[in-house]
């Protein structure tokens, strides 16, 4: 019994783990994004092609739009990293 919920709490571990590795901001550079209804803007870029986001689109009342980003050539800036200060050491 004590196996089976080790087993079962590394398999959870890992599952978990995977989930906060993913990352959403990968699919924004798509050109075609699915807008309306539950999406903010840009909305779901995820779609290669026109015909793929209309195939998505289709009976969700959502229509398709160019992504911005990719339209507008503006692709997202890196945060700038904080500065790390090093720490003064002690003579000894």
């Known amino acids: 019994m004590r196996k089976t919920q080790l087993a079962l709490l590394t398999l959870g571990a ?3 783990a995977g989930f906060v ?9 798509y050109p ?3 807008q309306g209804g539950e999406y903010d803007y840009p909305g ?3 779609y290669s092609t026109y015909e ?3 195939a998505s689109v289709s009976g969700r009342l ?9 339209a507008y050539g503006q692709a997202p800036q890196p945060q700038p990293r904080p500065h790390r200060r090093a720490r ?3 003579p000894y």
């Open 21 to 29: 590795t993913v990352t959403p901001a990968a699919a924004r550079d």
């Open 32 to 34: 075609w994004c699915a």
């Open 44 to 46: 779901e870029c995820a």
């Open 62 to 70: 959502l229509y398709c739009g160019p992504n911005p980003m990719v």
């Open 52 to 54: 793929q986001c209309q």
């Open 14 to 16: 890992t599952v978990f």
């Open 88 to 90: 003064p050491v002690a």
